[in-house]
C-alpha cells in the first residue's frame, strides 16, 4: 500500500478492497492458485494411474497384497503421513452431490451431509457452510445465489446490507424471519464473491433442490437473475421473468414460484424497487387467497 496516499484515500482504497472481496492479507506476494489446482490434478491422476497399474499387475501375477517389511530401525506400527482427502474429479462430484442430497431424511440430515461434503471446491476457501435461516415450516421460501463476507462468516443467508433491504421488503408486507424460511442455490461463498462456475452450479444443485422438497413451502420466491435461471432452468433473464407465477415441481408436488430482483440490485437501481413492490403485493395476495381456501 503506498504510504504517500492521504487517510481519506487509503480509506477509501481499504472499502474498495472489502467491497471486492478481499478481506484477508496472506502473503505479500500473488499466488496463483489455479496453477496449484492444475499441479494438485496432474499428481492425483498419475498417483491413480499407477495405483491402477500395480493392481492390474498383481491380479495378472496373482501377487496377494501385502505391507512392506518394516525399515530397520522403524517400529513395525508406524503408518504413512495422512493425506488430506483427494476431491473428486467433476462429473463424479455431481453424482455423489445427488446421491448425497437424496439421502436426506430431514432438513437438519440435509445440513449435517452438506457440512461434510467434500466434492465442491468453493467450501475449501469459504469460512463455513451458509445452510438457511427463518422457518423451515413457513409457507414461503426465499433462495437467492450465494453467501457473500457478512454471510460467510456469520453462516447465515442475507445479513448484510441486501439482507436489511430483505427484511424492510418482508416486513412491508406483514412478514418476518420468524415466519419464511430463506436459502441460497449456492451454499459456500465463491472467493472474492466471483461468480459461481457452471460446474459448482451443477454440483450444489441437487441440494438445494432437495431442500426445497424437505421445506415444502407453498411459495417459493427466486432472488436475482442467476437464482431465477438455476432453478427454473431458463435462459431468460430476470428482467423477463419477474412478477410472473410459474411452478417449481419438488418430484413430489408442484410448488407456485415467483422471481423477482435481487435486494443487491435494488441498492444499487432504486428506482426497480416499485417492481419489487408490485411482486410482493403479488406474493401478499397470493398468501390471502391460500389462507381463505385452507
Not at 467491497?19 to 494438485?40: F, H, I, K, N, T
Not at 513395525?76 to 455431481?94: I, K, M, N, R, Y
Not at 416486513?171 to 419464511?180: E, F
Not at 420466491?221 to 410472473?244: F, Q
Request: glycine share 8%; with cysteine; hydrophobic share 40%.
Amino acid at each position: 500500500m503506498n504510504p504517500a496516499l492521504s487517510k481519506p484515500a487509503l480509506k477509501e482504497l481499504l472499502r474498495f478492497y472489502v467491497e471486492a472481496g478481499v478481506d484477508c492479507a496472506l502473503s505479500e506476494e500473488p499466488v496463483d492458485r489455479y496453477a496449484e489446482s492444475r499441479e494438485l490434478a496432474e499428481r492425483r491422476q498419475a498417483a491413480r494411474r499407477q495405483a491402477g497399474a500395480e493392481a492390474e499387475e498383481r491380479r495378472s501375477g496373482g501377487e496377494e497384497t501385502r505391507r512392506p517389511e518394516a525399515a530397520a530401525g522403524e517400529p513395525a506400527h508406524a503408518q504413512a503421513p495422512a493425506v488430506a482427502p483427494a476431491q473428486l474429479p467433476s462429473e463424479e462430484a455431481v453424482m455423489a452431490a445427488r446421491e448425497a442430497a437424496r439421502s436426506a431424511a430431514s432438513l437438519e440430515a440435509l445440513k449435517e451431509i452438506m457440512a461434510g461434503f467434500e466434492g465442491c471446491n468453493l467450501k475449501r476457501t469459504a469460512t463455513q457452510l451458509v445452510f438457511a435461516d427463518g422457518n423451515p415450516q413457513g409457507r414461503v421460501m426465499f433462495v437467492g445465489e450465494a453467501p457473500g463476507r457478512d454471510e460467510d462468516i456469520q453462516g447465515l443467508p442475507f445479513v448484510g446490507r441486501s439482507g436489511q433491504l430483505l427484511d424492510r421488503m418482508l416486513a412491508a408486507i406483514g412478514l418476518d424471519r420468524t415466519m419464511v424460511y430463506i436459502a441460497n442455490t449456492i451454499p459456500w461463498r465463491p472467493p472474492g464473491n466471483r461468480e459461481p462456475s457452471p460446474m459448482e452450479r451443477a454440483i450444489c444443485r441437487p441440494f438445494i433442490s432437495r431442500q426445497i422438497e424437505l421445506a415444502d413451502p407453498d411459495f417459493l420466491v427466486l432472488l436475482g437473475n442467476a437464482a431465477a435461471k438455476e432453478m427454473l432452468d431458463t435462459t431468460m433473464g430476470i428482467t423477463r421473468l419477474r412478477g410472473r407465477w410459474s411452478e417449481f415441481d419438488t418430484g413430489r408436488r408442484k410448488i407456485r414460484v415467483m422471481a423477482t430482483f435481487h435486494p443487491a440490485y435494488l441498492l444499487r437501481n432504486a428506482m426497480q424497487k416499485k417492481l419489487v413492490w408490485r411482486d410482493l403485493l403479488a406474493l401478499s395476495e397470493a398468501l390471502s387467497q391460500a389462507g381463505d381456501t385452507q
